[in-house]
């Protein structure tokens, strides 16, 4: 069974910084991608990131790109967002989920996704 678990969200100002990490487990995933979505009250989920496991590829939205960095740690099975420079509009749940396509940016590709993790930009 394919497990995700993310933490490290939280309240920051605006201008802060916060580090997520997404825990996985089940699976091999050196042949999969791994991306961050968040979604807003009222919004659709939307991409913020993804990182392909085996070549370390990484894709990001437009606004994130330069704030916002994805990693991965093969060793611990973690993926990992760093998020800088944060805005209010950055406020939503974040949630990693894993995908066995090259879509990187429709949620809808990702079969497996975590509980969530809620950040909260504040003015």
């Known amino acids: 069974q394919v497990q995700l678990v993310e933490s490290g969200g939280g309240l920051v100002q605006t201008g802060g910084s916060l580090n997520l990490s997404c825990a996985a487990s089940?699976?091999?995933?050196?042949?999969?991608?791994m991306g961050w979505f968040r979604q807003a009250p009222g919004k659709e989920r939307e991409f913020v990131a993804a990182?392909?496991?085996?070549?370390?590829?990484?894709y990001y939205a437009d606004s994130v790109k330069g704030r916002f960095t994805i990693s991965r740690d093969n060793t611990k099975s973690t993926v990992y967002l760093r998020m800088n420079s944060l805005k209010p509009e950055d406020t939503a749940v974040y949630y990693c989920?894993?995908?066995?396509?090259?879509?990187?940016?429709?949620?809808?590709?990702?079969?497996?996704w975590g509980q969530g993790t809620q950040v909260t930009v504040s003015s």
């Open positions: 989920a894993t995908s066995t396509t090259f879509i990187y940016r429709n949620y809808r590709a990702y079969d497996y």
């Open positions: 990182i392909n496991w085996s070549f370390d590829s990484t």
């Open positions: 089940g699976r091999t995933f050196s042949n999969y991608v």
